[in-house]
């Protein structure tokens, strides 16, 4: 292990690869995301020894290790509760939290809920691949009804999680979706989560091309991404198709994918990413795209909120109670009420 001491912000993206071997399947989704956190994080300007890597347990969570960074591969579907203490303590770092859809919304699904309500300034990332990957397969909260697997051999029966419609409910600054066969806009989502102030939750469409193969190949491939995928831009109305001929339009409260020839882009949803009501819309773009009139899925900033980080409420309390003196430890204990027990 490197120690590292400097406070430079000049490094490359080799000195953030380690001397681990990288032990995930050859062509594992996995990888390319490891490359664009790589690739992206020398462009943010922190220094590298306020970079932490928190992970929980999965395939996806040995991600601290391929990072040269600090970091803590710690406990499953704790990571939430681990970065959030870590904020706390040293609100300086940038902590990056890395998930899988079985750590973060399975056992994990408590600690992400309150992580989320309560924007401690952490950049959740959430690998999902719609199955437990590192346990060899068994069916995850996000994975399909009707998913035969080890454990589902007649079918899951569980309905499946929406991530961003929860995360949204459970209160969440800024939700975003990207996926690992598209480097550019990845690296574009994870820049905007790192400048945002606040738990940034980008859920990350990856392949486990060993027991979930082509999960997402319909909004990943070639032949067909054009059509089930709509890029979201703020300011930008909402446009997709394989020539940019469709849109959607709002009717009422009622999205409906239109044809642009006889219609105008002046008509169109325009994206407002500030717009709570809108994003929860837009997060329930979630059809199967095997259904017919089914809508597009969104790729992109759903929402995002300024609201006070945890860490500033608590340091602003903190300031608040020494500005009020010495405190006495004993008359604390002893407190106001006491009761004489019979
Ligand atoms: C307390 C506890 N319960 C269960 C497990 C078994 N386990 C390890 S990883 C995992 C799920 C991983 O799935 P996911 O988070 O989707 O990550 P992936 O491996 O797909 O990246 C489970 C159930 C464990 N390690 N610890
Ligand atoms: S089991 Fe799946 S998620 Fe895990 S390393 Fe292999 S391909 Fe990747």
């Known amino acids: 292990m490197t120690e590292i001491t400097a406070t430079s912000t000049a490094y490359t993206s080799k000195e953030l690869v380690t001397d681990q071997d990288v032990r995930w399947c050859p062509g594992c989704g996995d990888y390319s995301i490891l490359k664009q956190v790589q690739t992206v994080i020398p462009e ?4 590298k020894e306020q970079l932490v890597f928190v992970s929980g347990i999965g395939c996806s969570s040995r991600f601290p290790y391929y990072m040269e960074t600090f970091g803590m591969h710690s406990i499953h579907g704790r990571a939430t509760a681990i970065a959030s203490g870590l ?29 989320l309500r309560r924007n401690f300034d952490v950049n959740v990332l959430l690998f999902n691949n719609q199955i437990y990957g590192l346990t060899k397969g068994q069916y995850s909260p996000t994975s399909e009804k009707g998913k035969v697997t080890k454990s589902s051999p007649m079918g899951a029966i569980d309905h499946p999680f929406n991530p961003l419609a929860l995360c949204l409910g459970a209160e969440s600054t800024f939700i975003a979706r990207s996926m690992d066969r598209d480097p550019i806009h990845l690296r574009t ?15 990350i469409y990856q392949n486990c091309n060993v027991f979930n193969d082509g999960a997402f190949e319909v909004f990943t491939e070639k032949s067909s991404k054009a059509e089930e995928t709509l890029f979201i831009e703020h300011g930008q109305p909402l446009v997709f198709g394989a020539n940019k001929n469709k849109g959607i339009k709002l009717d009422g409260f009622k999205p409906t994918i239109v044809e642009l020839e006889g219609n105008s882009v002046n ?27 089914h809508l597009p899925r969104p790729f992109g900033v759903f929402y995002t909120e300024n609201r006070f980080t945890y860490e500033e409420a608590m340091e602003q309390q903190l300031q ?11 008359a604390l204990l002893r407190g106001n009420n006491t009761w004489t027990v019979a």
């Open 320 to 330: 608040e109670s020494l500005s009020k003196g010495e405190g006495d430890l004993d």
């Open 267 to 293: 008509d169109l949803w325009i994206h407002d990413e500030t717009d709570r009501v809108k994003a929860s819309i837009l997060t329930r773009f979630f059809d199967d795209p095997a259904k017919e009139g």
């Open 189 to 203: 989502i994870l820049k905007r989560a790192n400048q945002h102030k606040g738990t940034s939750m980008v859920e």
């Open 87 to 115: 904020k706390a303590a040293r609100p300086d770092l940038s902590v990056w939290l890395v998930t899988g859809d079985g750590d973060a919304l399975s056992i994990g699904g408590n600690h992400l809920i309150h992580l």
């Open 44 to 47: 943010l300007g922190i220094p």
